[in-house]
């Protein structure tokens, strides 16, 4: 009996001592899922608890389903993205833009339906986001997604330089396309693999291509230093999208303490923080590691 009960143990993930299993955290591919993700791997090793690090894992869609199906066991979601997980609940019709009902929301069907756990959000908003070179805004009087509708719509020079899904999410550019009335028609569309603002950015900062506009992030560090500006969304087109570490349930029961040692460092990452941990990162080149380290390290977070 005493056999079989060690043999189980190790199965669900216990050694004999107590010893557990290392956690795998993911991220998806972009600057701040990385600096994030080595923010949640280095609180953990400091509290004793191994990790496999694959940060960079893929796509939203990618990382989400290695969740579900415990190829990983953690990794960083937006709550507005988490919104487009249940396509099916009955929720107030503009609870994507209020952002305590928003996480309270997916956090209780991602529980109840999913087994996945949601820790303490940051309270930084990087949702979608439009930017324009600062002399085109200027020159033209482009401040809101408004000007830009009203641009694009009397036949202006525009391309757009965008990942995929940001072009095909319902939730992203077909959101601002419907709420402001502008259609971005395929020649205005410069489409590039994963979902690195910095490259979208770069591309309208150089106007590679023709492109003069990108798709960006609301804590994006690299916007104002390529000498670009991001438009105002105040119709509310898109959703709030604030970061939080999403855990399997059993991972999370495995290890009760995750909330008490992430929790705090998340409430510490505003806007002003983020831009400027992704900014080292997308602009000067940095190690998300080393960036990560410097902030914990800064913050009190780690000795």
């Known amino acids: 009996m005493r056999k079989l009960a060690v043999v189980l143990a190790l199965l669900l993930g216990f050694a004999v001592g107590g010893a ?4 795998t955290i993911g991220s998806k591919i972009d600057t701040e899922g990385s600096v994030l993700a080595q923010i949640m791997r280095l609180m953990l090793e400091e509290n004793g608890i191994e990790v496999v690090d694959r940060s960079g894992f893929g796509t939203t869609s990618v990382v989400r389903q290695a969740l579900l199906a415990g190829e990983i066991d953690m990794y960083p979601e937006y709550t507005g ?7 099916d609940a009955e929720l107030p019709a503009d609870i994507a833009t209020r952002a305590g009902e928003l996480y309270d929301a997916v956090k209780r069907l991602d529980a109840e339906l999913n087994d996945v756990v ?3 959000r940051s309270p930084a908003n990087n949702t979608w ?10 020159a033209n009087g482009l401040a809101t997604v ?3 509708a009203a641009y ?7 391309k757009l330089a965008a990942s995929q899904e940001f072009v095909d999410r319902d939730d992203a550019l077909p959101a601002f396309e419907r709420t402001y009335g502008f259609e971005v028609k395929g020649d205005q569309l410069v489409v590039l693999a994963g979902g690195n603002t910095t490259q979208t950015e770069t591309a309208a900062a150089n106007g590679t291509d023709g492109v003069n506009a990108a798709m960006a992030y609301g804590t994006d560090g690299a916007i104002s230093a390529l000498g670009l500006v991001t438009l105002s969304d105040p119709k509310g087109a898109v959703a709030i999208y604030q970061p939080a570490p999403t855990v399997r349930g059993e991972v999370a029961r495995a290890y009760p303490q995750l909330g008490s040692i992430l929790d705090p460092v998340f409430a510490t990452l505003d806007a002003s923080v983020l831009q400027d941990l992704n900014g080292r990162v997308a602009v000067n080149g940095e190690n998300p590691t ?6 914990l390290v800064r913050a009190g977070f780690l000795k």
């Open 129 to 138: 986001a439009l930017a324009v070179p600062r002399k085109l805004a200027e």
């Open 118 to 120: 949601w820790l303490g």
């Open 20 to 23: 557990q299993q290392a956690i």
């Open 290 to 295: 080393d960036v990560a380290r410097d902030y």
């Open 146 to 148: 408004a000007d830009l």
């Open 81 to 87: 993205t988490a919104l487009t997980f249940f396509p």
């Open 152 to 158: 694009v719509n009397a036949g202006k020079p525009f």
